[in-house]
């Protein structure tokens, strides 16, 4: 279960960290560079946490098959919502990681 609950929390900073780039891109701010102090995501998170959520093929798409997995996600799924969230709200602040997990995850969770 710990690992299940880890690898949930990188899918979960990976929306964060693409929820607050594309905000600041909306306002026409720009995210700091990894060698800055602050304690919101670079735009480098924020652009490899875009490939990692939205990538159809390729090493990011592969990381995020193998992390959702894990996590008892379903991958497709998430990238779906995920496009579709940025399409409708711009955001990604309605996602709940929950609502994607594959259903024998969802059993083992809820049993625990």
Known sequence: MAETDMWSAVVYQAICDLDTHLRLLARGDEAPDRNSSATFPSTLDGEEARAFLLAKHGPWARSRMDICYISGIDPDVLRERVEAAIEKDGHLQSLRLEAM???????ERNAA
Do not use: A, D, E, V
């Open 101 to 107: 997990r594959m259903p024998t995850k969802r059993k």
